[in-house]
């Protein structure tokens, strides 16, 4: 479930103003004329602020699962800490799994020797063959002998690695860099492959920042967003935190008939590690 932090969002958005600057008159005329400096008036784009509330969400969350059924030997990380891509989360007893590795190398370097005896009596039956000492069905029969262990060698040798891709599932590693949560298994506790969840872990660098603008708002968003990227500064509800700035990066397609409004979505990095408006 992803955790979210209520924000204040302002969109800032280029509009058409108009500023002038005019001596002040205050007081009666002088007895003498006083001297001025006339400045021209000056059209200018002035930012507009469409100022919503929002909430922060993870661009990723991970729910770890084990790719193998087995009993959690150690534990990598920290609840909350955060973690990098490759980093140890989990190991799974690898007892069982280096024994069918074994089993199937075995396996493998048995059929490899048969390949070699049915390409030497394949050999010789050539040879036997070409002298008519050998009837047709007994150098079919010695032809196919080792088109069989060519397949059966194929075979062994995908036992073989998925052996070892079970062996190295027994280390469970973070797909992703962010923050961990609190784990779901403990030391002791048998996991089930593609069942047990055991971790969630949210990348918080960059966040999403998902508000709405109202319908009426929405043609202006549109017209200015076509011009170029429109920025959104973010800030805590309470306004104890620092302003974090950030960019619309997604416009829904479609208005909520029940609440007249439209999603939109920014896109914010957070450039202090372990700071900011994160989905922690």
């Known amino acids: 479930m992803k955790s979210t932090h209520a924000v204040l969002l302002a969109l800032l958005i280029a509009g058409s103003g108009c500023q002038k600057k005019e001596a002040a008159k205050t007081g009666p005329p002088p007895e003498f004329p006083t001297p001025v400096t006339a400045i021209a008036a000056v059209a200018e784009d002035v930012p507009v602020y469409l100022d919503e509330i929002g909430r922060t969400v993870a661009r990723e969350m991970v729910t770890i699962q084990p790719q193998l059924t087995g009993r959690i030997l150690e534990i990598g990380f920290q609840d909350g800490a955060d973690v990098k891509a490759g980093d140890l989360l989990f190991k799974i007893d690898s007892r ?6 074994a089993a199937a190398e075995a396996t493998l370097a048995q059929t490899k020797a048969t390949l070699d005896l049915a390409r030497l009596d394949f050999s010789r039956s050539e040879k036997l063959l070409a002298e008519t000492a050998i009837s047709q069905q007994d150098f079919d029969a010695s032809k196919n002998a080792v088109a069989v262990g060519e397949a059966r060698v194929k075979q062994n040798e995908a036992a073989v690695e998925t052996a070892r891709l079970n062996l190295e599932y027994c280390t469970v590693t973070s797909p992703i860099e962010g923050r961990a949560g609190q784990r779901l298994v403990d030391v ?3 996991v089930e492959a593609n069942q047990t969840s055991l971790l969630v ?9 998902d508000f709405t603008v109202t319908e009426k708002k929405l043609s202006s968003v549109q ?20 302003k974090f700035d950030g960019e619309l990066t997604f416009l829904d397609n479609a208005v909520q008939e029940r609440t007249g409004t439209v999603k939109l979505r920014a896109t914010v990095p957070i450039r202090s590690a372990g700071s900011g408006p994160g989905a922690s």
């Open 188 to 190: 002791g506790n048998i």
């Open 96 to 101: 069982p799994f280096q024994a069918q590795l």
């Open 201 to 209: 872990i949210q990348r918080l660098d960059p966040i999403y920042a």
């Open 223 to 242: 017209r200015q967003r076509a011009k170029g990227p429109l920025k959104v500064e973010i800030t805590f509800a309470d306004e104890a935190g620092p």
